[in-house]
């Protein structure tokens, strides 16, 4: 971790991702300021973050009680609490537009010295970096859903990023207990470019009849996978594939990236996956 927060991390955004990175940074024992511009979605990172410890608790697997780890989260709606942060990670949704304008507020309310990280999973960091005086300490640091389970991060080197940026962000993932990948700057990196056409081409399957989207999941798992790709899509949300997949269409300019239309109607219907109840598949309850 770099100078001057200490072990203090900021993350922006208190979503799915967000709250998981807050949760792992706490439970490594650092410090850790959660901001987002909604109080109501601060509380929903909560709950999510206590929920989550709990379970990890009754299996053992935490190195402190629940309460310690929670208390080491502080939240706000003010960008200007992450000021004396070593390192902050942007967990925003995955908008090219609304990640650019964070950047550049984050670069005028951080102190100099401060790394901006992204966990975007396909927008430029060349590009993000380019939104800030500090480009040579933007870096891309893309955590797995969900953030508490999955052991690797992808580390995205943006052009002017600087070797010592990337040593003190794949320290600061070490520390969380996780593996680290290192990607060069393309659409997608890595986990995505290679992901999305499976899922996408899993949902082409399924609207064209292939077979039913139980037994295309079933297929998949029966060749080892863990989660089958329908589901997996529900898992991640199916309005994050869809920016996923939009953006490796237009900057890779392939139409073997062309969203398939069976996502977009899906989307469009507000069937985002678990955290509305539906997607390719049915949960019990929204957010199951």
Excluded at 141 to 163: A, I, K
Excluded at 244 to 265: C, F, N, S, T, W
Aim: aromatic share 4%; glycine share 12%.
């Amino acid at each position: 971790m770099t100078k001057p927060g200490g072990d203090a991390v900021g993350v922006v955004g208190a979503g799915t991702m967000g709250s998981g990175i807050a949760q792992v940074c706490a439970t490594a024992g650092l410090q850790v300021v959660l901001v987002d511009v909604s109080a109501e979605q601060l509380r929903r990172g909560q709950d999510g973050i206590a929920a989550s410890l709990g379970t990890l608790e009754k299996k053992g697997r935490l190195p402190a009680p629940v309460a310690e780890i929670a208390g080491r989260i502080r939240v706000s709606t003010d960008l200007a609490d992450l000021s004396r942060a070593g390192c902050v990670i942007e967990a925003a949704f995955e908008d090219v537009g609304v990640k650019t304008d964070i950047f550049r507020r984050l670069d005028r309310a951080c102190v100099p010295g401060t790394i901006l990280a992204s966990n975007t999973s396909s927008i430029s960091i060349t590009s993000l970096a380019a939104a800030t005086s500090r480009p040579e300490l933007v870096v891309g640091m893309h955590f797995m859903n969900p953030v508490p389970l999955m052991g690797v991060v992808e580390l995205v080197r943006g052009l002017r990023t600087s070797d010592a940026t990337l040593a003190a962000v794949r320290a600061l993932a070490e520390r969380l207990g996780k593996t680290t990948v290192e990607s060069r700057d393309v659409p997608g990196f890595i986990a995505n470019r290679v992901l999305m056409p499976m899922v996408n081409e899993a949902i082409f399957a399924l609207d064209e009849g292939v077979a039913s989207a139980e037994d295309i999941d079933a297929m998949m798992r029966g060749l080892n996978f863990p989660l089958g790709p329908l589901a997996l899509a529900d898992l991640i949300g199916l309005d994050v594939c869809l920016a996923i997949l939009e953006v490796l269409q237009r900057d890779l300019g392939d139409p073997k990236y062309r969203p398939a239309p069976l996502l977009r109607r899906h989307v469009a219907a507000g069937w985002l996956g678990r955290k509305t109840g539906r997607g390719f598949h049915v949960y019990e309850g929204k957010g199951a």
